[in-house]
């Protein structure tokens, strides 16, 4: 197979470009697109084969389940029921955007596509592209992030077809995306609703609107139950080298990672550190990439997919990262290098002993 590549503007979007992608989806293909988030591989939500197809190119297991996505709130009832009034408040406020909310799902929706559950994660994306592109392939888009499965998740075109090319119909180039992290899931078939994987819409933002929330602090790896949303169960957006974070007050995590470096050095590894605009001039062997500054997180989040990648690409051995404080958007940030990471967490001070 070879695949298209096209590049869309979204000021002066090609019409016809768009169709084209849509009538792939309609048709049983797969097409990556870009969403404020990351970019999605898009299927017919509503076709079994096209999930069979998402989790076949992927290497994705079966009970992960998929995420809907819609242009429009009044699709989801087609979708979804006993939806509650809070899911229409949050609604109104953050989508189109970042959140993806869980409900029980309706018949037209294949158990393929939830991952053999009997809910539905759906999403209504901010991006341009997205929404016509939805629109264009039947208005209900399953779209996991575009990518092989473990693998960083893509924040470029490039990233997509590094991982996909020649096994999928097409690629939307939109360029970069806006965030790059994926969306909030929040259950809504729980109360309080729950947040099963953090992103840019916090627990304070989701609280601000409806009340009180909770949070799953659930591990699901070495277990036997499913999945409720895509993130929770498997390693995810892992570099290939070993992935450590480094935990303590940041100076001693700096010392940790100094002394760290210098170790594998020495035994003749290639070695990288994840800094950030605070610290990046404090290490002084091994490859360093910046993640950014510490006082705009949301930057660092949209460069860690990117870095892990290049990280790939230099055939780093040893990764040692810092870590970034657990408060709004770092809550999401953390929690991506964790999996990234197989829940690797050294302490800063064990290392000083």
């Given at each position: 197979?070879?695949?298209?590549?096209?590049?869309?503007?979204?000021?002066s979007?090609?019409?016809?470009?768009?169709?084209?992608?849509?009538?792939?989806?309609?048709n049983?293909?797969?097409?990556?697109?870009?969403?404020e988030?990351?970019?999605?591989l898009?299927a017919?939500?509503?076709?079994?084969?096209?999930?069979?197809?998402?989790?076949?190119?992927?290497?994705?297991?079966?009970?992960?389940?998929?995420?809907?996505?819609?242009?429009?709130?009044?699709?989801?009832k087609?979708?979804?029921q006993?939806?509650?009034?809070?899911?229409?408040?949050?609604?109104?406020?953050?989508?189109?955007?970042?959140?993806?909310?869980?409900?029980?799902?309706?018949a037209?929706?294949?158990?393929?596509?939830?991952?053999g559950?009997?809910?539905?994660?759906?999403?209504?994306?901010?991006?341009?592209?997205?929404?016509?592109?939805?629109?264009?392939?039947?208005?209900?888009?399953?779209?996991?992030?575009a990518?092989?499965?473990?693998?960083?998740?893509?924040?470029?075109?490039?990233?997509?077809?590094?991982?996909?090319?020649?096994?999928?119909?097409?690629?939307?180039?939109g360029?970069?995306?806006?965030?790059?992290?994926?969306?909030?899931?929040?259950?809504?078939t729980?109360?309080?609703?729950?947040?099963?994987?953090?992103?840019?819409?916090?627990?304070?933002?989701l609280?601000?609107?409806?009340?009180?929330?909770a949070?799953?602090r659930?591990r699901?790896?070495?277990?036997?139950?499913?999945p409720?949303?895509?993130?929770?169960?498997?390693?995810h957006y892992?570099?290939?080298?070993?992935?450590?974070?480094?935990?303590g007050?940041?100076?001693?995590?700096?010392?940790?990672?100094?002394?760290?470096?210098?170790?594998?050095?020495?035994?003749?590894?290639r070695?990288?550190?994840?800094?950030?605009d605070?610290?990046?001039?404090?290490?002084?062997d091994?490859?360093?990439k910046?993640?950014?500054?510490?006082?705009?997180?949301?930057?660092?989040?949209?460069?860690?997919?990117?870095?892990?990648?290049?990280?790939?690409?230099?055939?780093?051995?040893?990764?040692?990262?810092?870590?970034?404080?657990?408060e709004?958007?770092?809550?999401?940030?953390?929690?991506?290098?964790?999996?990234?990471?197989?829940f690797k967490?050294?302490?800063?001070?064990?290392?000083?002993?």
């Amino acid at each position: 197979m070879v695949t298209e590549v096209v590049k869309i503007n979204r000021d002066s979007m090609d019409a016809k470009l768009i169709q084209k992608a849509g009538r792939i989806l309609q048709n049983g293909g797969l097409v990556a697109f870009p969403t404020e988030t990351v970019y999605g591989l898009g299927a017919n939500a509503l076709d079994v084969d096209g999930a069979k197809k998402t989790y076949g190119v992927k290497g994705r297991p079966a009970d992960n389940p998929l995420i809907v996505h819609i242009a429009h709130y009044d699709d989801l009832k087609e979708i979804a029921q006993n939806i509650a009034p809070v899911a229409e408040k949050l609604a109104k406020v953050f989508w189109p955007g970042p959140l993806t909310m869980i409900f029980e799902k309706r018949a037209l929706v294949p158990l393929g596509t939830t991952g053999g559950l009997d809910t539905v994660a759906v999403r209504m994306p901010k991006d341009k592209i997205a929404l016509a592109l939805i629109e264009a392939g039947g208005g209900y888009v399953s779209a996991p992030s575009a990518n092989i499965s473990g693998r960083p998740s893509p924040t470029l075109a490039e990233h997509v077809l590094e991982d996909l090319d020649g096994k999928i119909e097409m690629i939307v180039d939109g360029g970069a995306v806006d965030m790059g992290v994926e969306s909030t899931i929040l259950d809504m078939t729980v109360q309080p609703p729950m947040i099963l994987r953090p992103g840019f819409i916090t627990a304070e933002m989701l609280e601000e609107v409806i009340g009180s929330v909770a949070l799953n602090r659930e591990r699901l790896e070495e277990s036997d139950s499913k999945p409720k949303a895509p993130g929770m169960k498997y390693r995810h957006y892992a570099p290939k080298g070993s992935l450590s974070i480094i935990e303590g007050d940041l100076p001693m995590e700096v010392s940790a990672i100094q002394k760290l470096v210098k170790e594998k050095q020495k035994e003749g590894k290639r070695v990288a550190v994840i800094a950030t605009d605070e610290t990046v001039a404090l290490y002084p062997d091994g490859i360093v990439k910046n993640l950014g500054s510490r006082k705009e997180v949301a930057g660092i989040a949209g460069n860690l997919y990117r870095i892990l990648r290049e990280l790939d690409q230099e055939e780093v051995e040893f990764i040692y990262s810092e870590s970034i404080p657990q408060e709004g958007i770092g809550i999401a940030v953390m929690n991506r290098l964790e999996k990234a990471a197989g829940f690797k967490r050294i302490s800063a001070e064990t290392i000083l002993l």
